[in-house]
């Protein structure tokens, strides 16, 4: 190689070497990474998970839960009760009282008009909000004074805890807009909100790349310590997991349990954190739209009995995430006493024999009246439920129930029954999703009730199973209009044993969120739905 | 020749139109936008309907085009109102609002078009740059040390998947790197959102995703300028130069390059349109705020007005370079003419 070459390599070399200097140590910052970037920052314009997190940082609310679920007040001075006078007697009327002199982040007042402005906003038929709950609940809403607002509902209303936990958006910033356009939209607030009234205002969001927050001195419960939070997005799951590994990123969530001993190597502090999720296995139950052995309880039980979960998860998910029992699974409203559906392949057999399903033409798949037992095991593409169903065709097959596998994009499978999705027009045995209740950590659902099966008249019902006990239905009805937390959770106790005696839903893991928070991390007290619900107390070291 | 630009260009657009009806067909099957909006939890299916009426998704497909294509501030969208539509359609230069971001179209795209001509800009630099370099010297010194090991690196190179490529370089140079305490470069972003977008901060954060699409696009390239170097440098006008006694360094760059250029300048050619299309895979692992993961996050939301603005943007694109290509090879082959 001639001197010329050798001086461009040395150049080239010495170029990269230079870029490559650490960056220069900044003081209390954090950063936080998400795998998915928020479409909006406005509470009424998005349902995505990560967007939610974020905008808990500038939006305060109500009252929060803590990490054990209690409610936390933050812009009531005190939680409602019957004591207080914050529940009406019958249940119905829920005064929330404001706490004295809150202001938001440019200083203007913050009080009961801004609550009844965010109804008008999400009732508005000129906004197009992603979902209206539960406003649309609310028979009216009053502001009788600053710091006083009063909701009316019809009948009492149980899920009050959960859903009562609002997040006003400022009126003084978006009425104005409103008046102007027509409709708040496309109002520049949604992607750049400034003013705000949580822990951090919102300096900068560079879609793409980072939002960045600095202190609100104006937060009802006192400034944070944090001086920078940036919030970073990184899409790709591999780059996600090696930037928390080398300590780019420290906050981050929905990890691949696979990746946890990894990260535990790192010195990181992976933690289970319930978030109202759990993947199980719907069976439909539908005389019409499901194979016929599917209406047949033991042929169900069948099902359930003869794959074995516990070794799945210890074979796929690492053993991080355990089998449950329970849709309330690690909530108060599961029932204690019931184990998870045991893997007991003689049982199994035995059942379907019962049943009438035997091989009787030695292909090695039950059959029975001319029909074999041959089901359609459906989800999404995810790679664990291609594995898990992988898994099932093999256990199944073994105690003579065929398994056909479908797969679908996401955005396919989860379509309603009017656009003919797969799952909610019945067209599968076997469905496998990650489902929690709506509005957790309220328990309430739209699923297991005969009044939500889907039907042309009634396209918009949540009972995917097509599965009809009108003693499910009831036990639903009284829980919703029964504001007495023990009382409600011995109703759910009830409603927990029918779903798992009926066999309609098998918890096949507790699809807890698997976060992992930083060394340099201090007092991050987290949970599931509002992760920073306590995000004033934290703190970085050095 | 500007009578053949013309008629190139008037061409193009019943071209473009037949584009964009079967994108926006294409659209119709790529799922619904209203299936997850982007949550766990499908929403509720009242949402769902309430929110098909209010964007419009309920129309037949082919009303949908036409309202995106002209427009419905012509039509009465509420009968008891008598209001009408707000769009004005793409011909009048309104690409629509994303369902996603509800932002205009065309700002969506502005955001990210210089972040990805940043990255894809440098890495076609740096393609052409070094592929040159080594498919002239390959060529030159035939079955040399630097030709068979540029050979043999272009094999490898060629072979490695490019999402494998991005991770082993992050790997290597963020990852471990750091944990050995040597100079390591950023995993992740465009620049540290601490320090700012700063000349130095950028260059630091292009480095590897520059280098994962390069090496792959280098292998290729180097290969295509070694062989038609190599014709050419054998063909009998060159022996002729060299008869004449011209300096090597003048037969091989004036004469033997110009020649050996026109199936590269093809190759370039039809590249450039796609560097502002952006690169998915390498966008998205080093979580580049470009035109590819823009793409993606946008498809897998089915966010068709981003999708058809994106593709309507790369189809003219993918037009006009075409017809850039072909006037260079006017002036690099004079032989070539167009009438």
């Known amino acids: ?542 | 020749m500007s009578r053949y630009i013309i008629r190139r260009l008037i061409q193009a657009v019943p071209l473009l139109f037949f584009i964009s009806i079967v994108l926006f067909l294409l659209m119709q099957a790529s799922g619904d936008p209203l299936a997850t909006l982007g949550g766990r939890q499908p929403p509720r299916a009242e949402d769902r309907e309430r929110l098909k009426r209010q964007m419009g998704l309920d129309q037949p497909p082919l009303v949908q085009y036409f309202i995106w294509l002209v427009g419905n501030d012509w039509m009465v969208v509420n009968d008891e109102t008598g209001e009408t539509g707000a769009r004005r359609g793409v011909i009048r230069g309104d690409f629509g609002t994303s369902f996603v971001t509800r932002q205009p179209v065309i700002e969506v795209i502005w955001e990210r078009m210089p972040n990805t001509l940043i990255l894809m800009g440098t890495a076609e630099v740096v393609i052409i740059i070094v592929s040159l370099t080594i498919g002239v010297i390959s060529a030159v010194r035939q079955y040399s040390l630097l030709d068979t090991v540029a050979t043999g690196f272009s094999f490898v190179a060629y072979s490695i998947p490019v999402f494998l490529m991005g991770l082993m370089l992050m790997y290597i140079f963020a990852v471990r790197f750091r944990q050995w305490g040597l100079p390591y470069l950023p995993i992740s972003g465009m620049f540290d959102p601490t320090v700012g977008r700063t000349f130095d901060q950028i260059a630091r954060h292009l480095v590897l995703p520059v280098m994962t699409i390069s090496l792959i696009s280098i292998a290729t390239y180097s290969r295509y300028i070694r062989s038609t170097m190599l014709e050419v440098i054998n063909s009998d006008y060159i022996r002729t130069a060299r008869a004449k006694g011209l300096s090597e360094r003048r037969t091989l760059f004036v004469h033997a390059f110009k020649n050996a250029s026109l199936p590269i300048v093809t190759l370039i050619g039809l590249d450039l349109p796609f560097l502002l299309a952006g690169a998915v895979v390498t966008e998205t692992i080093f979580a580049w705020p470009g035109m590819g993961r823009l793409f993606i996050d946008h498809l897998t939301r089915s966010d068709y007005p981003v999708l058809m603005g994106l593709l309507m943007m790369i189809s003219v694109a993918v037009v006009i370079f075409q017809l850039l290509t072909d006037v260079v090879y006017t002036w690099l082959d004079p032989r070539i003419r167009y009438t």
């Open chain 1, 1 to 542: 190689m001639n001197r010329k070459y050798a001086f461009v390599l040395l150049a080239a070399l010495a170029l990269m070497v230079g870029l490559a200097a650490p960056a220069a140590a900044q003081g209390k910052t954090l950063t936080v990474s998400w795998p998915q970037e928020p479409d909006s920052l406005n509470p009424m314009y998005t349902t995505m998970t990560f967007a939610g997190y974020t905008y808990q940082l500038f939006l305060a609310a109500t009252w929060e839960f803590d990490e054990n679920y209690e409610l936390v007040p933050i812009l009531v001075g005190e939680i409602p009760s019957a004591g207080n006078g914050g529940i009406s007697e019958d249940g119905t009327t829920f005064t929330l009282k404001l706490k004295d002199g809150l202001t938001w982040s440019d200083g203007d007042p913050l009080d009961s008009a801004d609550f009844v402005f965010t109804y008008e906003m999400y009732m508005s038929d000129k906004n197009t909000p992603l979902t209206r709950t539960p406003w649309e609940e609310f028979e009216s809403i009053e502001a009788p004074d600053p710091t006083t607002v009063v909701i009316k509902f019809a009948e009492p209303y149980a899920p009050w805890s959960g859903q009562l936990s609002l997040r006003p958006i400022p009126e003084h910033i978006l009425r104005p807009v409103f008046e102007a356009d027509g409709t708040l939209d496309n109002a520049a607030w949604n992607s750049n909100p400034t003013v705000g009234s949580g822990a951090f205002i919102l300096q900068e969001w560079d879609r793409g790349n980072f939002a960045r927050f600095a202190p609100n001195p104006n937060f009802a419960m006192g400034a944070p310590k944090i001086e920078t939070l940036v919030v970073t997005f990184i899409p790709d799951d591999q780059a996600y997991v090696a930037s928390l590994e080398a300590g780019d990123s420290e906050l981050g969530t929905f990890i691949d349990p696979r990746d946890v001993p990894r990260l535990q190597d790192a010195g990181l502090d992976v933690r289970l954190i319930p978030s109202g999720y759990n993947e199980g296995w719907f069976l439909n139950a539908s005389p019409e739209r499901a194979h016929p052995a599917m209406t047949d309880l033991r042929v169900r039980k069948a099902i359930a009995l003869g794959f074995d979960r516990f070794s799945m998860v210890e074979d796929l998910l690492g053993g991080v995430l355990p089998v449950g029992h329970s849709y309330w699974e690690q909530t108060p409203y599961a029932n204690p006493d019931l184990p998870p559906v045991p893997y007991d392949p003689e049982q199994a057999k035995a059942l379907l024999d019962e049943a009438g399903w035997v091989d009787t033409n030695g292909n090695g798949i039950r059959d029975k009246d001319g029909v074999e037992l041959e089901l359609r095991f459906i989800s999404t593409t995810r790679q664990i439920r291609q594995d898990m169903k992988a898994l099932a065709q093999q256990q199944l097959g073994e105690i003579g129930i065929g398994i056909s596998i479908e797969n679908y994009e996401s955005n396919v499978f989860f379509n309603g029954y009017a656009e003919g999705g797969p799952a909610a027009t019945g067209q599968y045995d076997i469905a496998t999703w990650s489902s929690s209740p709506g509005g957790f950590p309220d328990p309430d659902t739209n699923r297991f009730q005969c009044d939500q099966v889907p039907s042309d008249d009634n396209p918009v019902g949540g009972n995917w199973n097509y599965y009809c006990d009108p003693a499910l239905d009831e036990l639903f009805a009284k829980s919703r209009v029964t504001t007495d937390f023990d009382e409600r959770v011995a109703i759910y106790h009830q409603i927990d044993k029918l779903i798992y005696d009926s066999y309609i839903w098998i918890n096949t893991w507790y699809d807890a969120d698997i976060w992992v928070v930083g060394s340099r991390v201090q007092n991050a007290r987290l949970n599931g739905t509002t992760p920073f619900f306590d995000v004033v107390n934290w703190d970085v070291a050095g």
